[in-house]
């Protein structure tokens, strides 16, 4: 028999959150909201642990809003009641406009502001100085801001949300979250959101939560195989762009999707590749401006885009540093990141791509963590979604730490299946447009392509903080997935020539409509 579900509307929440939340036509709680705000509302502290996708964000949003409206019935005197740490600035955004959508009947009186995105510092002081009652924020944002005198919590802050709180420590943030602390007062409520309890987040859970409730709520952090479907194939190098091709070229993978690479130039190396077949399709990388990043992200929500090229938030450059085995030894390591990449930019982690229904590992991740932040970009919420791994030889031990960590040990059946294509059948796109198009794609265009686009993005984010803030219908003109390199596109290409659609056999065909039917 079905378990009776709480609904929103038992939970005692203000009409106006209710409201707020009809409007987002969220019919009922997902499980950790279920679970959490009723005991966030009894004042408990809590430590939650849920996949990501799980509604975790209004988790504790909505116990923040409920509370500050309580308390304003008594205390009028404007101040900042909740402070919410994220690791990324995109995450920052995206907390922000989750707890706007959930405060549109409220937002006088429950004001949020994300301080994490803006460069300057001086230029986030008049918004600090209205006191707004929700601030988000990257730790060093806020550390900064104490510094600076611009914020000051020790006499009003009553909520702390640390938000995926294991990624603060793989960006390096330990240090000035705990100096943070120093600044909070002695009692507040604390909630503590995690992808994985390491013993990072265990040394965390002693410093800021008192006689926490945890919350375990799923065993697996990703989707069941009847919400997420999980695909491996063997391929390597040179087919993985024939497979690339035949996939998109032929509309065998069908909706949005996100195309993981290992590192940036082989963001542009496929970006320019599918150019040539006028296949159009968004990088998205830490060397992006934030505004750049924001925007694309928006506007794949929106339905601008099909596919997004992107690389993991921990360049990958290096995989070994990244293997479960070797990550103990990588961590001291991990906070010294290159030069020019934006240590708080995240992609596969924690940023909600709305509607994504595919997950490409072009190249497979370098660590267990990594793919399951990755794939967990599908599959949000209630929504199917599949993920398919192109798995090179050197890639296949990483495949077998992936599998035994979904599994639990190596015996039981793979979790990713195998994808059911024969390579063979798609051998005349290979001679006849593939390795074409990737003699194209040469070192250098690749470079100048990478160098264009951080110009072109640069002046777009000048353009998006400014003009686009009075004009805001003009932001939709703005796109992100213009070709970089024209000349080497070849028209000819641009459709795939008729001979070698003809299903000459009748196994081709069958592999059609079975690649048709996984990614439908
Ligand atoms: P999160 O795990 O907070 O990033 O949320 C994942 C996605 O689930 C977001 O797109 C939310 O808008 C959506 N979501 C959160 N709670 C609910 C709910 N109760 N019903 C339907 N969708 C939800």
New binding site residues.
Partial sequence: MEEERLHFHEMGLDDRVLKALADLG?S???LI?EKAIPLALEGKDLLARAR???????AYAIPLIQRILMSKQTVREQAVRALVLVPTKELGQQVQSMIRQLTAYCSRDVRVADISGKADISAQKPILMEKPDIVVSTPSRVQAHINGQNLQLQSSLEMLVIDEADLLFSFGFEADLKSLLCHLPKIYQAFLMSATLNDDVQALKELVLHNPVMLKLQGSQLPDSSQLQQYSVRCEEEDKFLLIYTLLKLGLVQGKSLLFVRDVDRCYRLKLFLEQFSIPACVLNSELPIHSRCHIITQFNQGFYNYIIATDEQGLENPARCSQKTQEKGKKKKNSRKKGKDKEYGVSRGI?F?NVCNVINFDFPASVESYIHRVGRTA??DNPGSALSFISHTELPMLMEVENALTGDSTHDSVLKPYGFKMEEIEGFRYRAVRDAMRSVTKQAVKEARLKEIKQELLNSEKLKTYFEDNPRDLQLLRHDKDLHPAVIKPHLKNVPDYLMVASNFKWKEDLFYLCYLFI
């Avoid at 990501?52 to 209004?58: D, L, V």
């Fill in positions: 969220w009922q709680p997902t909201q990501t996708g799980s509604g975790k964000t209004a909600d709305h949000r919420a």
